[in-house]
């Protein structure tokens, strides 16, 4: 009989036999947990990262269609012209050579709403009508779409333009024909503001009335010649802004090495002033305040206006004739808007509010002027000429007297504006190259405003500011500087229409 080994209880639970097989089993099994949660977890990742990818070029495709609506609103109805319910679109949004934007394919519409619908008072304005645009796109893999709405009233806003009024000499030449100079003596203008170059002639400086004093700002170059200079050794200037640096006979220099660059100041502004902007002339706005094809005169009478058109074809007016007086008001419904009187036996003329003469005007005949109550309130008054102004020979028209001393350039006292101005607009319709022209000598208590060329090729000194679009500079100039502009002279704030986007109106719709 055979007999086997018998192992205790303690020997079997005691046993190792196996186990490793078991623990290697185990491990793998969490591994193998742990690697397809890590394959799942980064698909799952990769999954999103690409939905949000799709999402993100969808919807930046709709929001470039938004902004591309807003452009065309503005080319298409900058003068809020098309009719309440029209609609523009659907276009396609594309980028460089019409190719689909970012791989998406997108499209935006835009649709005009009177004011009083819901889409147009759906936040507070001041909107007469609006435009609803919506902007759409879908993603390049086609599964994302989304949908932008934004809306555009129109509103009036009022712009400040920065206050130019304390300068002498104002030239808004960017980009055009260099400020030059006529003569060959120092010119003395306070301060002194051109946007582009200046090229003075030679033996021409600009110097302010007494050392220390005055300002300077050219955008452009200084292109000075021989014995030109900006201020001087024992009168330099208090500010020099040369924005686009100095030359000297074509030489450059530092501009602040005042010997060699011809600049004399006392160093460089605190404040930029490179934002100032000539007045808006606004002439349909000015036109239409008054009747002038039909004025009220006595003696003999001035036309303003010989056909009722602001076409500039009135025969060329003499502001000042020679042994004709006359004495009118020209009114809107019965309210008088503008006063000018002649007396050609004192030679002084008489003005109050705003006067339009539409055509060229000859200025040739000296005079005094004064402000007149027949317009209340007025401070004097402002002429604007639809056309050009000349004149050959040497005149002054002298301002109110504040002071019994003469002015040194013609007038026998000096001006003070605060008991009356008078200002001149040259509307120049036709954008002649030159619209404002003398070349004699004497001088104008006077605020100017021409719209294009300026040119002094005599010795007039302007005792108020010049304001112009290109100038030729011949006398001395910015003596006296208004507390304010005359009555009826273009505003520094200009009221205009725009469209606008609509606040709190954007919102993504899918």
């Known amino acids: 009989m055979v007999r086997w080994p018998q192992l205790s209880l303690r020997q079997l639970t005691t046993s190792e036999s196996g186990q490793s097989l078991v623990l290697a089993m185990i491990v793998m099994s969490a591994l193998t947990i742990s690697i397809g949660a890590l394959v799942s977890f980064t698909t799952g990742n990769e999954t999103q990262f690409s939905r949000d990818r799709e999402s993100a070029r969808a919807f930046h495709v709709a929001e470039a269609g938004v902004n591309n609506a807003l452009s065309i609103i503005v080319n298409t109805d900058d003068n809020d012209v098309q009719s309440v319910g029209t609609t523009l679109g659907p276009y396609a949004t594309l980028g460089s050579n019409n190719a689909p934007l970012d791989g998406a394919t997108g499209s935006y519409s835009l649709t005009k709403y ?120 024992t009168t330099p200037y208090a500010v020099a802004d040369i924005v686009g640096g100095c030359q000297v006979q074509n030489s450059a220099q530092i501009c602040s090495d005042s010997a060699n660059s011809g600049v004399w100041s006392d160093g460089p502004p605190s404040v930029d002033p490179s934002d100032l902007t000539l007045p808006n002339i606004d002439p349909v706005q000015n036109y239409a305040k008054g009747n002038w094809n039909s004025p009220t005169c006595t003696g003999a009478g001035f036309t303003f206006d010989s056909d009722s058109v602001a076409n500039g074809t009135t025969p060329t007016t003499d502001l000042m004739p020679s042994g004709a007086s006359f004495n009118c008001t020209v009114s809107s419904g019965g309210t008088p ?26 200025l040739s005949n000296s005079g005094t002027y004064v402000k007149d109550n027949v317009i209340a309130g007025a401070n004097g008054g402002t002429i604007f000429v639809n056309g050009t102004i ?65 040119a002094n090729t005599g010795g007039t000194t302007v005792m108020g500011p010049v304001m112009a679009d290109t100038a030729t500079v011949g006398g001395n100039g910015g003596s006296v500087v208004p507390s304010a502009p005359p009555t009826g002279f273009p505003s520094t704030t200009v009221t205009q229409a725009t469209w606008v986007v609509q606040p709190g109106s954007w919102k993504q719709t899918q």
């Open 114 to 233: 009177s004011s009083s619908s819901p889409q147009c008072t759906q936040t507070a304005g001041t909107a007469s009508s609006c435009w609803v645009i919506t902007g759409t796109a879908l993603s390049p893999n086609g599964k994302i779409r989304r949908t932008i709405q934004e809306t555009a009233h129109w509103v009036l806003a009022n712009n400040t333009v920065p206050q130019i009024f304390t300068y002498g000499l104002v030239v808004d030449n960017q980009g055009a024909a260099c400020v030059d100079t006529h003569g060959s003596v120092p010119m003395i203008i306070k301060d002194v503001w051109i946007s582009g170059d200046f090229c003075p002639a030679g033996g021409v400086n600009f110097v302010p009335p007494t050392a220390h004093t005055g300002s300077i700002y050219i955008g452009g170059v200084y292109q000075g010649r021989n014995n030109t200079s900006i201020g001087a050794s």
């Open 390 to 454: 000349s004149g050959a020979s040497n005149l002054t028209i002298c301002g109110p007297a504040g002071s019994a001393v003469p002015s040194g350039y013609g007038c026998p006292t000096t001006w003070d504006p605060n008991q009356g101005m008078l200002g001149l607009v040259v509307v120049n319709p036709n954008n002649a190259a030159t619209a404002f022209d003398r070349n004699g000598n004497g001088e104008l208590d006077l605020t100017l405003l021409v719209n294009q060329g300026y």
């Open 337 to 362: 808007v503008g006063h000018l009187a002649w007396n050609a036996a004192t030679q002084q003329l008489s003005i109050s509010g705003t006067i339009w003469i539409d055509g060229n005007v000859n």
